[in-house]
């Protein structure tokens, strides 16, 4: 698998959401849409970063922007999940991981001398054309959400 770049086409999707049954990428075709890969709901960093994305949720919506959250969760967890942090932001479940898979993010990770597979924190931004417009691998949480809507801005 190559990985994405700016000027890509955005590979399409089809996932189940909590509230609105399933999000496609074609269902913002013209929109601006900011895609956020995370690796579990109600972690430390995966909560801090869709509370980041919440607060700021006016502000991506004032520039045309709508935000979707993903990760390997089921749905009724990620219903759990916004409903205890106040979480406003679309999370869309990718359970089979092929939705990771198409933008690069499931990948091999280690963590006390273990390797398995899970999805590396990343965020694209989708322009209204179907493509990135900016990539964002292996996030760091503190001040991502504002970085995304500079991005998003300019």
């Given at each position: 698998m190559t990985e994405l770049k700016a000027g890509d086409p955005a590979?399409?999707?089809?996932?189940?959401?909590?509230?609105?049954?399933?999000?496609t990428l074609k269902a913002f075709a013209g929109k601006t849409l900011v895609l956020?890969?995370?690796?579990?709901?109600?972690?430390?960093?995966?909560?801090?970063?869709?509370?980041?994305f919440t607060e700021l949720l006016p502000q991506f919506e004032a520039a045309g922007?709508?935000?979707?959250?993903?990760?390997?969760?089921?749905?009724?967890?990620?219903?759990k999940f916004a409903a205890k942090h106040g979480l406003?932001?679309?999370?869309?479940?990718?359970?089979?991981?092929?939705?990771?898979?198409?933008y690069?993010?499931?990948?091999?990770?280690?963590m006390y001398g273990r390797t398995y597979m899970g999805i590396e924190r990343s965020t694209f931004l989708i322009g209204p054309d179907g493509n990135l417009r900016h990539v964002w691998p292996k996030v760091k949480v503190a001040?991502?959400?504002?970085?995304?809507?500079?991005?998003?801005a300019s």
């Open positions: 590979p399409d999707f089809e996932l189940p959401a909590a509230e609105l049954g399933t999000v956020y890969f995370y690796p579990k709901d109600d972690t430390s960093g995966c909560t801090t970063e869709a509370v980041a922007a709508t935000i979707i959250g993903v990760s390997p969760d089921s749905v009724a967890k990620h219903t406003k932001v679309i999370l869309a479940s990718d359970e089979d991981n092929h939705v990771a898979s198409a690069g993010v499931w990948k091999e990770k280690s001040g991502h959400a504002e970085e995304v809507l500079q991005a998003v």
